[in-house]
């Protein structure tokens, strides 16, 4: 089994900034895509930023110029560093492992993480 654990969320000011961390846990072999997506209250869950094991970037238009994903393909891990965070940026991220390969498992499979908090409030 695979587990995704997020950290690096909480309170902040506007203009301030996060940096969110994930790290994929478990026997994998390798993961197609891993990704950050947010839901806000009354809100569906939507695309925040996505990079490919080639490390590809792609964002949502809210974000650019703001927001930078990468990873490291050594440890399972992918960041999401946060700048000039906005009020309309608070929501739950879920950390999204796509296309995970494990030992012993014929095909990929996509992984959520549990979620974490992320406030932008004075």
């Known amino acids: 089994q695979v587990q995704l654990v997020e950290s690096g969320g909480g309170l902040v000011q506007p203009g301030g900034s996060l940096r969110l961390s994930c790290a994929a846990s478990?026997?994998?072999?390798?993961?197609?895509?891993m990704g950050w997506y947010r839901q806000a209250p009354g809100k569906e869950r939507e695309l925040v930023a996505q990079?490919?094991?080639?490390?590809?970037?792609d964002y949502a238009d809210s974000v650019k110029g703001r927001f930078t994903i990468s990873r490291d393909n050594a440890k399972n891990t992918v960041y999401l560093q946060m700048n000039s965070l906005k009020p309309e940026d608070t929501a739950d991220y879920y950390c999204?492992?796509?296309?995970?390969?494990?030992?012993?498992?014929?095909?990929?499979?996509?992984?959520w993480g549990q979620g974490i908090q992320v406030t932008v409030s004075s």
């Open positions: 478990g026997r994998i072999f390798s993961i197609s895509t």
């Open positions: 999204n492992a796509d296309g995970t390969r494990t030992y012993g498992s014929m095909w990929p499979r996509n992984y």
């Open positions: 990079i490919t094991s080639g490390r590809n970037p």
